[in-house]
């Protein structure tokens, strides 16, 4: 027996069990080869991504070999190259008792940030791993004030989660006090966010769970929904009736910075829908933007929409009608 085994079997015997399948048994003593060699948790011949021992077992859900390395010192806030620890890692990979057995460590840092700028809990956020965050949450309660915390593009937890489409968290978040008006460097706020991403959920949670300022323009002087019709998802047209419904006066007619409405900019993403939707509700057919362009003069393939989707505009009534 090669001696490196003889140190390697007793301490960990779990390990043994590893041994009829000959690549896991390979994979796990090399690790721990390279850990008992290193002083700080790193192999002598450490990866090119600088992933600790640990980062590895993390990402490939070790979870004897993780509570091996853990019960031997191994360096629980090292990080990798993108500034990662092993529990960004262990989140990112959705690996339960992993993440368990780092949250248990005395000294486990939760408020490490990777290259992103993003903690642990707003990791979780990021990858829709709703219990970890609940898990750091209870281990660490002032997490949730780090939701206001800003990463390198101004984006708070609130932002990320309404990224990432998960409801569930962005209302966590509203009840532990996260700001629900702060904008990104984009000037983007959360609901900028759920509209361009078409994350309808989310969109109701922070409607119907905030005062978030749903008029709030970015750097591009767009609203929210200036955003919905940019980007004009599938769901866009019930994204719409939401804001309509618990918004009856919004500002459908504001323009952008060069001037273009919702219903431009959705006629321009031939999102005949949308546009039934927003004329319905009062938008002016008429609007120019800044480059003289209407919906009746818009010279693309969805100049094609005046007719197929058949607008009908009566030019001696106020009412407006876009029939199906």
Known sequence: MHYAEKVLIPLHPPLLTAAPYGWLWSLAKKILQQYLLGVTGRSCEEAHDKASPLHLCCQWGLTSVVQTLIEHDAAINIKNEELKTPLHVAIENQNPSIISLLLCHPNIDLTLRDKRGLTPFATALTCRNIKAAQAILVKLPTAAEQADDHDAYRQTALHVAAAAGHEAAVSALLQNGSNFNATDS???????????????????????????????????????????????????????????????????????????????????????????????????????????????????????????KRFCYDVNSADKVLSP
């Open 186 to 308: 984009n000037g983007d706020n959360a609901l900028h966010i759920a509209a361009r991403e078409g994350h309808l959920s989310v969109a109701r949670v922070l409607l119907t769970e905030s005062s978030l300022d749903a008029e709030t323009v970015n750097i591009k002087g767009q609203n929210p929904l200036h955003v919905l019709s940019r980007y004009s998802r599938e769901n866009s047209s019930a994204m719409c009736e939401l804001f309509l419904e618990c918004m009856p006066n919004y500002p459908l007619n504001q323009p952008d910075l060069h001037g273009n409405t919702a219903l431009l900019l959705a006629y321009m993403k031939g999102n005949g829908n949308l546009c039934r939707i927003l004329v319905k509700a009062g938008a002016c057919l008429g609007a120019m933007n800044k480059d003289g362009v209407t919906i009746f003069n818009y010279q693309v393939a969805t100049k094609q929409l005046l007719y197929r």
